[in-house]
């Protein structure tokens, strides 16, 4: 009991970096206060104590503002951070090492009795406002986007974004994450900001980090072409970015 418990508090210090003590995780996260509720319901509803769990899980909701039906069935390590307004049905699968953020629904879309819920392989991560719906499946390590609307199978690893939700290219993946590394180096995090979004400001901050790597490129190809016919230069490299952010810092 205490190991599991000490388990489950230590993927929370892995995925969120405001986590400071077990004390804190235990006493003020709500996601936690759900699971170990959900724990309980479980057994009372697998135990044949239906209206009993129901009844708990009531309270659970009210206490915490996240839902989750007895008969759902959790793996272990689930961390819901936030939490708030987080809807888990009753017939939802979740596997081991998976992520909810807040307003994320996992629910149905018939009335019929049987399989109605989603089902979650391991490691899956599904954004703020999320809404998987259906008796569909989410591969293991999938990533499903803020406030993306789900509603067919998702292959494993797969990254789904957009209402209704598609699979992002792989290539753009890799132009994205290479826009946000020369992001980051410039110091300008484009938190939320990708190319399926209608902001100009970011599609024109996003071309100037494509010109930026170009251009490193083109430099880099002209000094090593200058290189191999004998010409020196005498100029010194060019100073990392982090380099010039950190004096700039130490000046002010």
């Known amino acids: 009991m205490i190991k599991r ?3 489950e508090f230590e993927c929370i210090f892995e995925r969120d970096p405001a986590a400071q003590s077990f004390w804190e995780i235990l006493t003020t996260y709500p996601g936690v206060h759900a699971i170990l509720v959900h724990r309980l319901t479980h057994r009372l509803w697998a135990g044949g104590f239906g209206w009993l769990a129901r009844l708990i899980a009531y309270f659970a909701r009210w206490w915490t503002g996240i839902e989750i039906h007895p008969g759902a069935q959790i793996g272990r390590r689930f961390f819901i951070d936030h939490g708030m307004g987080v809807v888990i049905g009753e ?15 996992l629910g149905g879309t018939s009335w019929k009795r049987g399989k109605r819920h989603p089902t979650l392989g391991n490691f899956v991560v599904i954004g703020a406002g999320a809404k998987v719906l259906g008796p569909i499946t989410v591969g293991d390590g999938a990533r499903i986007g803020s406030n993306s609307v789900v ?23 890799a132009q994205e994450a290479r826009r946000q590394a020369i992001a980051t180096k410039i110091g300008f995090d484009a938190y939320g900001m990708t190319a399926d979004m209608p902001d100009p400001v970011a599609h024109a901050i996003n ?6 790597h170009t251009l490193d490129e083109q430099v880099e190809a002209l000094k090593q072409s200058m290189q191999k016919h004998g ?9 990392e970015l982090e380099r010039c952010q950190l004096e700039q810092g130490e000046e002010k």
Not at 91 to 102: F, R, S, W
Not at 156 to 173: K, L, Y
Not at 207 to 212: E, G, K, V
Request: glycine share 8%; with cysteine; hydrophobic share 35%.
């Open 231 to 239: 010409i020196e230069i005498d100029k010194p490299p060019l100073p």
């Open 151 to 173: 509603l067919k199978n998702v292959p494993p690893g797969a990254t789904v974004v957009g209402i209704p939700g598609h699979f992002v290219n792989p290539d753009r993946q």
């Open 207 to 212: 071309h100037m980090l494509d010109h930026i």
């Open 5 to 7: 418990l000490r388990e």
């Open 91 to 105: 017939t939802a699968v979740i596997g081991d090492d998976c992520t909810l953020y807040h307003g994320v629904t």
